[in-house]
């Protein structure tokens, strides 16, 4: 037959093609190192959107995000509505505990509706966290920004509640929406809504 | 039992989640082969910081100790830094 065209050995492929698979294995090659190299960089990341204002519900968010950066996460808490109030410098030293609607607390609806009742829970609350020992929310605030917690107002619910960014702890993140917390979502292998 | 122990952290008397933030920012300042010993009144500390040190690259928990300071429980946690 023909001798025209060289063989390999075993008369397999041609020179041309076995260049034409080196090329497309070494492509592959490459694409692999790159697939391998992006899952390997892709650090761990939570992210948490805090919604709530009141006492009980402001420490979830801030335990979670300050445990979760000891673990080497990075780690961004979304604040909006009346989870801003964390973040508000004065608010969030008198955050308060609500007895209407919450059947663990001891006292009936009827009672917890009377004026002054949640200012009693809330002392009841306060006095608890701290015969256990339980950090303040001031102190957790502190600490998630410590730990290199990115702590996030929203800037809409700013407007919305008439708040200033000097409001807001040192070294919270103003200027952010609901797009940005998204993309920032998006990457995390963690994400919460409280 | 005798340690080796490079560093004293003491958490006594702080709760959930402080005893395990601490102990990450105490650890970062050992070099390799150093040990931390931590010294915890919260219970849960037990587990928390076992969690964290399984989690943890470099962190090796050699040994957590129950004993009783003037009638109240301690909890001590040793961890080595491995590289």
């Given at each position: 037959?023909?001798?025209?065209?060289?063989?390999?050995?075993?008369?397999?492929?041609?020179?041309?093609?076995?260049?034409?698979?080196?090329?497309r294995i070494e492509d592959l090659e490459s694409e692999l190192a790159e697939l391998r190299s992006e899952v390997d960089d892709s650090s761990n990341k939570m992210v948490i959107i805090a919604t709530k204002g009141t006492l009980?519900?402001?420490?979830?968010?801030?335990?979670?995000?300050?445990?979760?950066?000891?673990?080497?996460?990075?780690?961004?808490?979304?604040?909006?509505?009346?989870?801003?109030?964390?973040?508000?410098?004065?608010?969030?030293?008198?955050?308060?505990?609500?007895a209407v609607g919450n059947p663990n607390m001891p006292v009936p609806n009827v009672v917890a509706a009377l004026p002054g009742m949640d200012r009693m829970t809330t002392r009841m609350m306060r006095n608890k966290i701290a015969d256990n020992d339980v950090a303040s929310i001031e102190e957790l605030i502190e600490v998630s920004l410590?730990?290199?917690?990115?702590?996030?107002?929203?800037?809409?619910?700013i407007d919305l509640l008439g708040y200033d960014e000097a409001d807001f702890y040192d070294g919270v993140t103003t200027g952010v929406g609901a797009a940005s917390a998204f993309q920032e979502m998006q990457d995390a292998d963690i994400q919460l809504l409280i | 039992m005798s340690?080796?122990?490079?560093?004293?952290?003491?958490?006594?008397?702080?709760?959930?989640?402080?005893?395990?933030?601490?102990?990450?920012?105490?650890?970062?300042?050992?070099?390799?082969?150093?040990?931390?010993?931590?010294?915890?009144?919260?219970?849960?500390?037990?587990?928390?910081?076992?969690?964290?040190?399984?989690?943890?690259?470099?962190?090796?928990?050699?040994?957590?100790?129950?004993?009783?300071?003037?009638?109240?429980?301690?909890?001590?946690?040793?961890?080595?830094?491995?590289?």
């Open positions: 037959m023909s001798t025209e065209t060289p063989a390999g050995p075993e008369g397999g492929l041609s020179a041309d093609q076995a260049a034409e698979l080196l090329d009980d519900m402001a420490y979830p968010p801030l335990i979670l995000a300050s445990t979760a950066a000891a673990f080497g996460y990075e780690v961004t808490v979304f604040h909006t509505f009346w989870g801003l109030e964390i973040l508000h410098e004065t608010n969030s030293k008198a955050l308060k505990l609500s410590e730990s290199g917690v990115d702590l996030q107002a929203c800037q809409m619910t | 340690m080796d122990v490079t560093e004293t952290l003491d958490v006594k008397g702080q709760n959930c989640p402080m005893p395990v933030i601490k102990t990450k920012g105490a650890f970062e300042s050992l070099a390799a082969g150093e040990t931390l010993e931590v010294v915890a009144t919260d219970s849960g500390s037990m587990s928390d910081i076992a969690g964290w040190a399984e989690s943890t690259e470099g962190a090796e928990l050699v040994e957590q100790q129950e004993t009783t300071d003037n009638g109240d429980d301690v909890y001590k946690h040793y961890v080595t830094k491995t590289d």
